[in-house]
């Protein structure tokens, strides 16, 4: 059970969609607006979870052609969160839209975000410390992926708000948006080479 949760930890704490974009959240409005949106993602992740654990997701991905539409369009949204980190200029902007995406933003981002699939599906069919019951297993699987990604988010979301009020140096700013974005394409390269 302790590697299980080592194992959340590390998958759930690296930058993705979701995390960074908590981050530009929180940075661009508030604390208010960011757990809102941190609730979205929070429904958003387990409504992932639940499509991985019914089998929902292997009969959906079943089909090649979806499968294919799918993928292309969570490598073509996560570039374009990593575009617009990138050339950001000097502005510290993690994302930029006119308003807060709300709850809803929150649960459509993770129902296309490969990051979110890929590590629930490696935490839900792995890992297994509780080979007597399935049912409890997944249980107390589900406890400790939210009593882990929860504090995370927020975290990110304090690491949001607190960056912005730091009014950082120009050059300090731009490099942080060019790290962040590269993060981005990480994950996206991440997505391809799982598809291929």
């Known amino acids: 059970m302790l590697t299980f949760a080592a194992a959340v930890f590390f998958l759930i704490v690296t930058p993705g969609p979701g995390v ?22 929070f429904i958003g992740t387990n409504l992932v979870c639940l499509a991985i654990v019914s089998g929902l997701t292997a009969v959906l991905l079943a089909d090649e052609r979806l499968r294919t539409v799918l993928f292309f369009a969570s490598v ?16 510290l902007a993690f ?34 410390f509780w080979p007597s019951s399935m049912a409890t ?4 699987k589900f406890l400790i992926v939210n009593a882990i990604w929860v504090p995370i988010h927020f975290a990110w979301l304090w690491m949001g708000i607190s960056l912005q009020r730091m009014n950082l ?15 981005m394409m990480f994950v996206v390269l991440l997505a391809a080479s799982a598809q291929s």
Do not use: D, H
């Open 137 to 140: 297993e997944i249980g107390l």
């Open 169 to 183: 140096p120009e050059k300090v700013q731009r490099r942080i948006n060019i790290a962040m974005a590269l993060s």
């Open 95 to 128: 994302i930029e839209r006119a308003r807060p995406p709300g709850i809803t933003g929150g649960i459509a981002l993770q129902a296309i975000n490969p990051k979110a699939y890929a590590v629930n599906t490696t935490l839900f069919t792995g890992f297994g």
């Open 76 to 91: 073509a949204y996560l570039a374009w969160i990593a575009f617009t980190i990138a050339f950001a200029g000097s502005r």
């Open 20 to 41: 960074l974009s908590t981050a530009g959240v929180g940075a661009a409005f508030g604390g208010k607006a960011g757990a809102r949106y941190v609730l979205g993602l």
